[in-house]
């Protein structure tokens, strides 16, 4: 066996052979290539087309007069304004809800009554059981009046940035609570 | 690495058996351009069935925007068309796709008539071939009203007034095409549904009875 093996190494049988992309190998990648690249060109347009919505530019949020300044108490009072809203081909103009109050420092923020739990509405005071606290009809969801999430809901309620000027409250896009840390 | 997938799948489900009897057919030589270049008008039946996975590829997509309702549907396709990337491609494909699939679909026939193809034993798969003809252009028909434009309005009227022309018949089938006594809201869902589901799926059946007939009975012979 070793002198066999002796022998193959020193007289290596065939010429050296270079690693060759055989025929068939050529083939299928050129066909394959090509057939991908045609195909691509007919799905990618399609996809590109699908994905849209995502890649759209989301517009900045413009602020939106809603409250006089001078109307707003300690106790959260209910604001309703409009905005108007481009939902592809269909205009509409979208009823929003703000709870508004002026806090111990006279500073004003509002918050946004979409539940931080599945999305529901909640309200000012509207369970007897659980006075002073904003409630979630859905599921028992309750936040304190800087929208602290006590129950349920897995993070404090959203509020609208806001922005005074002159008389008024103005109101902007909506952004995560920050009363709730400024208390602490 | 795709090879270890298609292995570790063949290995369990034996797959390899599948495909080969779909794909794995000599082509005859005298219907191989690579022999006889004229022999390229056997190609345009593949060409029928390329532009038709086309336009159910493009189709779909094109319903991800498209709302088959007269108050919004030409809304839809102008907001797809203008303001969707890629919007004015996709439906450009649908849209000239549907002329070239009639166009090839023509040529297939002309090759397959002059070729004497139709002869038995293929005689069914020439009458299958037909009502797909007729499937495509309903498909163009319906196809054709879903903008809800001017130009896809007063056509369905030509086309509805050409039905209603039908001796006896005429009348109940344009009330039943239109959905009503007019060309409106109930016309365009019912286009709606046949262009994308009832149309669609005749011409698949008829499709997979086309190709079944042809694997079974082969290319006709040469001239």
Redesign the interface.
């Known amino acids: 066996m070793s002198s066999h093996n002796e022998e193959h190494e020193s007289f290596p049988q065939g010429p050296p052979t270079r690693k060759e992309m055989s025929r068939r190998q050529f083939l299928t990648y050129t066909l394959g290539g090509a057939t991908a690249f045609m195909g691509a060109g007919?799905?990618l347009?399609?996809i590109?087309?699908?994905v849209?919505p995502v890649?759209h530019k989301k517009g900045a949020g413009e602020f939106i007069k809603v409250a006089e300044a001078a109307k707003i108490t300690d106790v959260p009072q209910e604001f309703t304004f409009e905005l108007a809203q481009q939902d592809?081909?269909?205009a509409s103009t979208a009823t929003l809800t703000a709870w508004i109050r002026k806090d111990e420092n006279g500073d004003i923020y509002a918050l946004s009554p979409v539940c931080k739990h599945l999305g529901c509405t909640v309200g000012w005071n509207n369970d007897k059981a659980y006075p002073d606290e904003y409630h979630c009809p859905c599921h028992g969801a309750r936040y304190t009046k800087l929208g602290k999430n006590l129950a349920v809901a897995p993070k404090p309620l959203d509020q609208y940035k806001t922005k005074i000027d002159g008389d008024w409250v103005y109101l902007g896009e909506i952004v995560p609570n920050t009363e709730v840390k400024k208390e602490a | 690495m795709f090879k270890n997938v298609y292995n570790w799948i063949d290995e369990r489900l034996d797959i390899t058996p599948i495909w080969r009897d779909v794909a794995d057919h000599e082509v005859p030589e005298h219907v191989n351009p690579a022999h006889h270049f004229s022999a390229f008008v056997y190609c345009f039946g593949g060409l029928t069935f390329f532009i038709t996975v086309i336009q159910i590829l493009s189709g779909m997509f094109l319903t991800m925007y498209y709302v088959p309702d007269i108050i919004n549907a030409y809304a839809s396709v102008e907001y797809l068309q203008t303001k969707v990337a890629f919007g004015q491609i996709v439906r450009g494909m649908h849209h000239w796709g549907a002329s070239l699939v009639i166009v090839m679909m023509f040529l297939h026939t002309m090759r397959v008539f002059f070729t004497g193809s139709y002869k038995a034993p293929r005689e069914m798969n020439w009458v299958v071939g037909m009502l797909i003809f007729f499937v495509m252009l309903g498909l163009g028909l319906t196809g054709y009203l879903l903008p809800w434009d001017n130009k896809a309005y007063f056509a369905t009227k030509v086309t509805l007034e050409i039905a209603n022309s039908v001796p006896v018949m005429g009348p109940v089938l344009k009330e039943l095409m239109q959905g009503g006594t007019i060309v409106g809201a109930e016309t365009l869902t019912r286009f709606f549904a046949l262009h994308v589901f009832f149309l669609p799926a005749v011409l698949l059946i008829l499709l997979v009875g086309h190709f079944i007939m042809i694997r079974r009975q082969g290319i006709s012979g040469p001239l």
């Open positions: 007919a799905i347009p399609m590109r087309f699908a849209d890649l592809g081909w269909y």
